[in-house]
């Protein structure tokens, strides 16, 4: 019998894994909030016995401890790795970080609403996000630096391009892809002052199959007629 992050077999059968229970309590979390986390309903959702949650988890608060990693790991470390992702231009470093605004699996604006919801009910989880926010800038700020912006205007440009998507995920803003798609190169604009070149746009459009929209993009770049 093992414990080690494997399913787990005995006489009275199958008791999930973490992995199980940690998915199971995700989706709670971001379809009914925190109040939704709770032993005895996840156990039902995933019909096992309550017993079974204790052969992974000492108590609902190792749990949501485990929840908080797993948003901490998923979203700010992605971010904060796709700011120092290889780019020529700032215009592709900018785009670099996009990719979290188009990838779920970089970045999940569902996770991140469910937590700051969290976060207005726990000083505690207050804390947690308010370290994200603080790395999070810290990280787009330090990417404006390396291509030759001072430290405070870095930091304005980076402000500007976190609170503006922090703020799409706030108001839960139900932007369509083909719309968004259209926005990216007048907030590149913006962002960087810089008009965006069409080959970095193809790269960027192409990395997320929205290829097919180039043409479309191409138009919308400020100057095209």
């Known amino acids: 019998m093992s414990r080690c992050g494997v399913p787990i077999l005995n006489e009275t059968g199958w008791r999930g894994s973490p992995e199980v229970w940690l998915e199971t309590a995700y989706a709670s979390l971001v379809e009914g909030g925190v109040e939704a986390v709770r032993i005895q309903p996840l156990a039902r959702k ?20 485990a929840l908080v990693d797993r948003w901490r790991a998923k979203n700010t470390d992605n971010l904060v790795a796709r700011s120092r992702a290889y780019a020529e231009t700032l215009v592709e470093a900018v785009l670099n970080v996009f990719d979290c605004w188009l990838d779920r699996e970089l970045f999940d604006s569902q996770f991140e609403f469910a937590i700051r919801s969290w976060a207005l009910q726990s000083p505690e989880i207050a804390v947690e996000v308010r370290r994200a926010d603080e790395a999070r800038i810290a990280a787009l700020a330090e990417m404006f630096m390396r291509f030759g912006l001072e430290p405070l205007p870095a930091d ?57 929209d180039a043409p479309a993009v191409a138009r919308a770049l400020p100057g095209a007629r």
Do not use: C
């Open 46 to 65: 995933l019909k096992l016995s309550r017993t079974s949650f204790y052969w992974f988890f000492k108590d609902r608060e190792q749990l949501l401890d």
């Open 156 to 212: 304005v440009h980076a402000r500007t391009i976190y609170l503006v998507q922090i703020g799409y995920i706030s108001m839960k803003s139900d932007e369509d892809i083909n719309t968004r798609v259209r926005r990216i190169p007048d907030y590149v604009a913006i962002y960087t002052g810089q008009t965006p070149e069409p080959r970095e746009l193809d790269r960027f459009f192409a990395r997320h199959n929205l290829l097919a």
